[in-house]
């Protein structure tokens, strides 16, 4: 089927005897939003290195627009498309928010060798860029210390998008985050996914993930427990696969002890 | 066309948003790292009017004496600062002075190489010294601090014991005959704007000597090299791509790395520039002096370092100011010159130095919780 865009199909990430990730497969329509989940261990950390081609699969391929792709280190991910926003967010807060949305990749003027940063332009872009997802940007040069992380979440999204990400691959945006913040962004990422891009949101917060993903993915001690629509799986469900649902019937089981001992 | 007309409408939003304030002018230059060096240096300038306006420190003679010293320290000062925004730390500045200075004498006066080719080789040798102090840092991702202070040592050591080796003594004497004629030794020992102050004398506006040319004969090369470092580095931090890694680099190298700047490489030019500086320094001061001593340069480190934090450089990299560092350098270098116009003993110049400094960092650490907090 190649109405996907990206599809990761089997694949495995072994560290010496350590089996990092087994059997793994996602598959990504555009505009799709697809979450990871897992509880912490579980390969997320090992999985989105393998997106971002920090780490080469062992097993398995990658294929993006019906092409079978090999990374051979993270620029190649993210000239074909596929960005990943990690949880430093890759931004210094005492630089503007100007200079860290081209960080990297400043907007040049000028006659050959003595092209300089065109900073007026990239105030400019920063700004309306950042004004488009409802953000005020008081003043584009202010630095990024002053924002709040929810602001900084979606520079560093806004960032991504803006410098040709199709498949977005997100590293828990909103665990740091308080309610408000987390929805901002939440509502950031369903924008993003609705002008087309595929998004993967890693989280361990169901609670997060469950409205505004399509499809839910989890992953338990490095190995796929398969893929659901969100038609076919309640949160509930959700919740109990991701945490290996026995140990938390265990220790429901054990609390009732507990209780029944002490009173 | 739409999303033309979405982005003026934003644009105009932006405009609009009630909790826009109003910035002035004033407070964006608060928030800018040299502020506490100019500050600094009205105040240096105002203390030193009153105390010792009548004593001569003002003459061109004066101003000139002073300003020779701040801009030999400020063209280090300014290295030291493009290093210390990029997040590294280099202590082998003065060492790299001494031996940069042997490295234009010994050739020039034992190997009979002509003076301007003695002076690239001393710039040669700081290319190396740079990229080694550089990639040293960026492949073992050791603190720059030890890596810097073993090569402290080092380049020390080995321009005494070289230096002893082929000379047999710790001085150089006997470059001043060969500065003249030489095709590059110029651009480092020539006063500039003579006539300037040969118009001066003349009209008996600055002090003459007894056969009547002036006291003061022209502006030093130091002070010319200073101020063109600063403008260029200035310009580079704020104009420039490369500024912009740099500032990177300094604030969060991971990060850094992940948006693609080339990091180690940004560090590793950043390196070859103090050493490079150093060069600078020494190639003026051996050629002034007409000798190179073995022990040019002695904690000149520090005080580059110093001056640096008084002009806004957080010891933590990421922010910091060029002229902020040239502003440091400015306030050293007056107080130094100037305490000997005052009735206050000399000795006590290096507690001024730091205090200052104390007050700087504590300053700076202020600013930077201000910048980094949310609001």
Redesign the interface.
Known sequence: MSDYLVQFNNISKFFGKVIALKDVTMKLRKGEIMCLLGDNGAGKSTLIKTLAGVHKPDEGEIIFEGEKIVFDS??DA?DIGIATV?Q????????SVT?NF?????P?KGPPFL???D?EKANRIA??RM??IGI????PSQ?V?????GERQCLAIS?AIYFGAKVLVLDEPTSALGVHQASVVLKYIVKAASQGLAVILITHNVHHAYPVGNSFTVLNRGKSLGTYEKKDISREKLLSMMAGGEELDKLEVELKEMNRVSS | MSTKSKSIESKTDFNQDERLKKVSNLKVLLNRPELGALGGAILVFIFFGIVAGDTGMFSAYGILNFLDVSANLGIIAIAAAMLMIGGEFDLSIGSMIGFAGICIAIPAIYWGWPLWMSIIFAFSMAVLVGYFNGILVVRTGLPSFIVTLAMLFILRGATLALTRLITGRTQVPGLRVLIENDPIAWIFATDSFKWVFTWLGSMNLIALRTDGSPLATGIPPSVIWFIALAILTTWILMKTRYGNWIFASGGDKNGANNVGVPVGRVKISLFIGTAVAATIFATIQVLDAGSADTMRGTLKELEAIAAAVVGGCLLTGGYGSAIGAAFGAIIFGTVSMGIFYTDVDTDWFKVFLGAMMLIAVIFNNYIRRKVTESK
């Open positions: 993270p620029k993210l990690y430093d967010l890759a931004l210094v807060p005492l630089m200079r081209f960080m990297g990749r400043e040049l092209k300089t940063f900073i700004a309306e004004g488009q005020d940007v008081r003043d630095a210390g002053t924002m709040s992380g960032r």
